[in-house]
């Protein structure tokens, strides 16, 4: 069965610094997603992509946040200078159409220190 | 405010009971709502979905109702199993021309004893 796969598992890194966090959507599926989770909350919207461009972004997705699909294959999320409250679980989602249901990858748990 | 909520945090039940877990919501528009099932360290694992258009939905196990005059959501687990311990959350999808961001609520543990 297709999935979503997010890489890497965990990252830990220093304030201030880059990360870019790797998703491989389902194949044939057109909507991609990232969300967050901070420990023991619910999840949160962080923006939607479709047709290569961004179609919805929340107040969380700020200039600090960037997402690509620089391939057939891959969408990434940036954060620029990461901050001690960027700390939590981000998902990456994929969906076929517009109000289809959105599958979930496995979570890249990202520390700030 | 958020859109969308759970009546309880927790819900514990014995094996083999039939498990209710609600969720109100309070975007009157939205018109597609989703029951996600997630595990300790793991992402969101879709269950079952339910259209504005209908009332009840059912799936193997499951079934979610939606009562739009009260803007309420539940879902039913029949037969309760271990392995359904999880955090289970509600999600919608307010009407909008463009959007299709998910809003979650918070979530309710359901803990199934043996």
């Known amino acids: 069965e297709p999935e979503v796969t997010q890489t890497p598992s965990h990252q830990v890194t220093q304030m201030g610094q880059e990360v870019i966090l790797r998703c491989v959507p389902i194949s044939n599926h057109l909507y991609f997603y990232w969300y967050r989770q901070i420990l023991g909350q619910k999840v949160e919207f962080l923006v939607s992509?479709?047709?290569?461009?961004?179609?919805?972004k929340s107040e969380i997705f700020d200039d600090q946040f960037s997402v690509e699909r620089p391939d057939g294959s891959n969408f990434t999320l940036k954060i620029r200078s990461t901050k001690l409250e960027d700390s939590a679980m981000y998902f990456c989602?994929?969906?076929?159409?517009?109000?289809?249901?959105?599958?979930f990858g496995p979570g890249t748990r990202l520390l700030v220190l | 405010g958020e859109s969308v909520g759970l009546h309880l945090p927790t819900l514990s039940v014995q094996e083999g009971d039939n498990s209710i877990i609600n969720c109100a919501y309070s975007n009157s528009a939205s018109d597609y709502f989703i029951w996600y099932k997630q595990e300790s360290g793991k992402g969101p694992q879709f269950i079952i979905d339910i259209r504005s258009n209908m009332d009840k939905r059912q799936g193997q196990r499951v079934t979610v109702l939606l009562n739009k005059t009260v803007k309420h959501l539940s879902l039913q687990i029949a037969a309760t199993q271990p392995g359904d311990s999880a955090v289970y959350f509600c999600?919608?999808?307010?009407?909008?021309?463009?959007?299709?961001?998910?809003?979650f609520g918070k979530g309710t543990t359901l803990s199934v004893s043996s």
């Open positions: 989602a994929s969906g076929a159409g517009r109000k289809e249901t959105q599958y």
């Open positions: 999600a919608e999808i307010p009407f909008n021309q463009a959007g299709t961001a998910l809003i």
């Open positions: 992509f479709y047709n290569n461009e961004i179609s919805e």
